[in-house]
């Protein structure tokens, strides 16, 4: 078994570090290889997304990622950007499913903004779609507008659009983790606008059929923040397109306060999959060895899960996890009276000590 | 001066009765005139927005609207369906700047699903555009997939697109809203992934040279949910595109617990302007005398503030809207242990005794 990893920038391999050290103290014999990616790539190699690591990921079973951006990456042409190396991962290897579980662990109840009634407890599922819709969708650019009052004048411009087998591929994922949980899927769209998610919602309507113990309602986005707010424990699993589930799911993480806590998958059709946290590369604090190494560890946990087929190893990780919680060890994003600040080190040795 | 009143479905007639009483005991000469939209338009003449409902509010200098949907109209086809009024008024009105308070009034802190300490005097602003982006974008529609691996299958499409001359009049619109608060504006953007926000943001930065006394700041859509839900004090005034603020206006409202004190204006680039609450039309209680007419109250109220040139008046109905909630009074919406509930019609009475 082979995994890629991809540290990345400002905090990513110091998250990543600690990921490997609890990689390498299961007893498996994965082989791990590493390359830059990133603003690290444009460093080494003049690209975010270097043709090796392209080819590594490619080659590997499994991907670790980090995180990528640094400020001195800011100005850089589009193409040239660090988040371009991750819309390049999803899109050559086909990721088309992102499952982003938004927990919140007992003990950090109180880092949320949300009151404790309305947030504790919390479980949900948000399952994005990650290559298609107006992220990949063409044509696209700045051109001259060709009709209406703006006539004549400059304008941008993208396209948004699904096909039926992009839905029925999501929706097939969707339905299959509802199963798995309380079986309760909200498929989130905005058919009383657009075209694209009328069609979305009447495809995934048409799958719902092969599921018919699953309860499948529909939601609007708008809707659907909204309910976020007012009531996330309401929902098990959401599915919805890459643009909506960008801003959902990033909403739906910081409801548990603890973002640094949060895994992420991104998978193909066959399992395959890039793992990463749900937070950025926060180069504020890069360096400083004070980051929260939990959501990579976790997200390593998903790896096992998903693409390694460890299930058992997936969930002695998870244990150690919240065990190093219950012993009150926190990092400083998480950290409140009464509990014990440590680094990011620390946290990794303490899940490594957790697993013995 | 001439107003078309339109209530609507649901509630909507209901709370924007309340709202005409205390419009008539102002001791203005307006001239109100009543037609039917949404679904009551459609039962009334075939349509959502009747030709002579179009014409009325063409005609008036103001449009106070009530809200519109209910169950009996859900499965209409799209161009039938009650929330096309709502659009067919935004275009054909020129109604391009959506102005979204979320406001939390201290006596409601207690509603709010937030801890009190991240919303209690929470006052922001949301400028959503609202004739363009990805809602009104041609082409759209379902057709055969032209490329890529889902060659030949059927896919639904919409265009994304904002022209120079848009984007410039709603950042104008912003700045100088931003001008007569705390002078901070942040633009919401998916410019790392989007050659239409890219644009946005490569203009709205070219607008601020002539505003050079207020701050700018550029976010991510994404980023933006979660600021929201962190920290939404920070926030001054946020300007962003259709889409995006449907869903971050609505997320942002909820932070408040209070949707149904929440008002909102829709102006063409004259001052015109379309006047609703934020909340819909609540089908479920419709007809039941509950419903809280105080966001449709100060949607009159800006109304008099934006198009009527009566700051004075806009003035006394918002004094008047504290100082009932001082006194205790409360909606089902937004009632608790120690206020005294009362109905529709009871509140709106109230705001007038408080005018008096
Ligand atoms: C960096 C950016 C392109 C990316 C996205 O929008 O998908 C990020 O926000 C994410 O959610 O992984
Ligand atoms: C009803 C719908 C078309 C509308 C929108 O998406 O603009 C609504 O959500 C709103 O925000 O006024």
Chains 1, 2 share one sequence.
Not at 61 to 81: S, T, W
Request: hydrophobic share 45%.
């Amino acid at each position: 078994m082979k995994i890629a990893i991809l540290p990345g920038d400002g905090i990513g391999p110091e998250i990543v570090a600690q990921a490997v050290k609890v990689l390498n103290v299961l007893g498996e014999s994965f082989e791990l290889e590493t390359a830059p990616v990133g603003g690290a790539g444009y460093a080494a190699h003049g690209h975010p997304l270097p043709e090796g690591t392209l080819a590594l990921a490619k080659a590997a079973d499994a991907v670790l990622f980090g995180a990528v951006g640094d400020y001195q990456y800011d100005n850089l042409e589009r193409q040239f950007r660090p988040e371009q190396a991750i819309l390049g991962l999803r899109k050559n290897l086909g990721l088309f499913a992102n499952l982003r579980p938004a927990i919140l662990y007992p003990e950090l109840a109180g880092a949320s903004t949300l009151k404790p009634e309305v947030v504790s407890g919390l479980d949900i599922l948000i399952i994005r779609e990650l290559t298609g819709d107006i992220y990949f969708g063409q044509p696209r650019g700045v051109r001259e507008c060709p009709d209406g009052p703006f006539k004549g004048q400059r304008e941008g411009y993208d396209t948004m659009r699904y096909a039926e087998g992009e839905i029925r591929r999501i929706a097939h994922v969707a339905f299959q983790a509802a199963q798995k949980r309380d079986k309760r899927l909200t498929s989130v769209d905005k058919a009383n606008v657009l075209e694209t998610f009328q069609f979305w919602k009447d495809i995934v309507t048409d799958v719902h059929q092969e599921y018919p113990d699953v309860a499948l309602d529909h939601m609007y986005v708008d809707n659907a923040a909204m309910q976020l707010v007012r009531a996330p424990k309401k929902f098990d699993v959401m599915v919805t397109g890459n643009m909506f589930g960008d801003i959902l799911s990033d909403a739906a993480a910081m409801l548990t306060g603890s973002i640094g806590m949060l895994p992420s998958a991104s998978l193909d059709a066959n399992n395959k999959g890039l793992y990463e946290p749900s937070h950025g590369s926060a180069p504020d604090i890069a360096g400083k060895g004070i980051a929260n190494p939990l959501a990579t560890i976790l997200s390593a946990a998903m790896m096992l899960r998903y693409s390694l087929n460890r299930a058992e190893q997936a969930e002695r990780i998870e244990t150690a996890v919240k065990s190093v919680l219950a012993q009150g060890l926190r990092t400083a994003d998480i950290h409140e009276a009464g509990t014990t600040l440590v680094g990011t080190e620390a946290m990794g040795d303490a899940v490594v000590k957790a697993l013995a």
